[in-house]
């Protein structure tokens, strides 16, 4: 017998829990007022996400250089303008840099809105379009279409139905990624990508309370959005975060962190992600740990198979987008992630949004499938597995277009 925990896909062996309420402060004051939460729970929360889970980030750097590596005003028939820009973090030859694929819509008058997020596997792997540059970040052993640790040709446009970059492009949106392992490489390593630049003298790893890989790829994000600020061509107040999966997660941190970002969505986050920890459904915190320890802070271990000591859960980091408008979409065969525990998440981040005056998910009921629901807090779960497809693209645009361009 082993004794790891049994991994949990029955409703009926979810345990009892009980979740921390967004609106009550550490020593108990309720919070009754959009003030109290902007100026003592928000603040409040976000530390306590930052001490326990996703790390500190240790300071900042106060070196930041773009050069532009392309432009092209007819790139992908003529639909868009493509842009490939190269940020600098050091002045050092061979510091870390992250290279941004950009796609602005020809046909809409600029500044365009857009949407942004980290990708897998290189820029190239997002479209097939042959001009874009291949990564040259480091990918662990068996990444696909990787040789010797470096991305090839073959992997261009493998993610492109993750993308819809023509049909994003076609709704008026820019669309802006850059690969996440140009960061920080998704391996347990603090050696290489951006954590070095931030070490004291004789450090080699982050403190227990410092960030992990994925506060460093949410901090690329916020980097990303630096560089759309200075766009003359990018509408920088409407820039909508979109993020899969671990990138997922990654999405939401960077939207609790940095509010510049005007709508946050999260495609199978799961655990660590939109995913409730205490339903212990599907991943739980020990699993993640044990099998990705380089994602979350050294502190966030002491959950493992003890969620209910967490002085918070993931319908806190949801309701730290409040009140900008927040996306959660989940996929019905896609358990691993607990789609019902990532419609509840959402369902409890109502309470802020509300005193806020904005509208959360009307009711506990998750929506049958294919039935999205776009309240302030928005939700929609499909048929499938663990994928980014062009249904939820639509469902994408359509909660962007009516909460940030329409409005
Ligand atoms: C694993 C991991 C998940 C993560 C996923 C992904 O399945 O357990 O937490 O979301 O990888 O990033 O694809």
Known sequence: MSDKPEIIYDEALVPAYELPDPLVCLDGTPVKEAQTWRETRRPELIRLFEEHMFGRTPGWLDYQRSEVLDEDSRALGGLATRKQVRLHFSPALGGPTLDLLIYLPNDIKRPAPVFTGLNFAGNHSVTHDPQVLISEAWFPEGWWNVENHQATEAGRGMAASQWQAERVLGRGYGLVTACYAELDPDVDDFSNGIHPLFYQPGQTCPAVD???????????????????????????????????????????????????????????????????????????????????????????HAFNGQEERMPFDQHMLLSLMAPRPVYVASAAEDLWADPRGEFLAAYHAGPVFRLLGEEGLPSDEMPGLRQPLRNRVGYHIREGGHDVTEYDWDCFLDFVDEKIVRE
Request: with cysteine.
């Open 210 to 300: 410092e960030w992990g890989a994925i506060g460093a790829w949410a901090w690329g994000l916020s980097r990303m959005m630096d560089y759309l600020e200075g766009d003359p061509d990018v509408d920088a107040a409407r820039v909508a975060l979109m993020g899969h999966s671990r990138l997922g997660k990654t999405a939401l941190w960077a939207g609790a962190q940095d509010e510049r970002f005007a709508a946050v969505i999260s495609n199978a986050s799961g655990c660590g992600g939109a995913a409730l920890s205490r339903r212990r459904f599907g991943e739980t915190v020990g699993s993640i740990n044990t099998a990705f320890p380089h994602w979350f802070c050294k502190n966030f």
